[in-house]
């Protein structure tokens, strides 16, 4: 029997890390789901808190790098979380960069078989995703897992993406938001945050299949670059920027605010009225 598609609701936050209470905020606001990046360990004891905080949000994460976190720990953090909070924590997997891993060997084949070693260790596939960019790790990740999770993408490689993956697989890919209407700052912030992206080539290549050029992507990255993953404007024009993912065949967009972590709570406050987002008192 086929996996059904998770429900992640429309929006969610990604971010490095998040507090238990922040957790609950998100919640409030009407947010479905929590991504914490940053190659988390295989432990994933943070995962709990976040969970007993809150009482519907999804926590997922975005993602546990198969380099340094071995399939055998995560699966048995998996069912520990699963036992703990049943059908609320989505394992996001992914393959990291050649140029972090030495032993890094061809993408495809290692993810195939951390995702053999996740079947036999019994992660039930409609409760992973895999982190894809190529049509080739697309479609796996819809053939392998719930669907897929594109990172630092645009709108136009959703609409690729969900031709790629079919109607069935999940389709959440993040996206940038920096919450000014002055367009040198939003900049002058969406390239730290891409500094290190831009040294990495499945992201250069990425861009490139979307037509940015070579000096597209050359540090510090261009303007056209910049303003393709980054979102910013007033909250309206950020949300509609949000929304063409929606548009494009998305099923889930986490939006990681790149203003601070202090600020993340006012910043997705701010947001989820134009998201169209529902808060606990409004249901």
Known sequence: MKDTKPDLGTFGSFGLKVTPQQATDIEALGYGAVWVGGSPAAELDWVEPLLAATTTLQV??????????????????????????????????????????????????????????????????????VAALGPRVLKLSAARSAGAHPYLTTPEHTARARELIGPEALLAPEHKVVLTTDPERAREVGRRALDVYLNLANYLNSWKRLGFSDQDVAKPGSDRLVDAVVAYGSVDAIAARLSEHLDAGADHVPVQVLTGSEKLVPALAELAGPLGLQTKEQT
Do not use: M
């Not at 699966?75 to 996001?92: K, N, Q, V």
């Open 60 to 129: 997922a994460t975005g993602i546990v790098n198969i380099w340094t976190a071995a399939a055998g720990p995560v699966a048995e953090s998996f069912h520990r979380i699963e036992a703990a909070h049943p059908g609320r924590f989505l394992l996001g997997v992914g393959v990291g960069h050649p140029e972090a891993h030495q032993e890094y060997v061809k993408p495809i084949d290692a993810l195939t078989g951390y995702l053999d070693k996740l079947d036999e260790y019994g992660v039930p596939r409609g409760r992973r995703v």
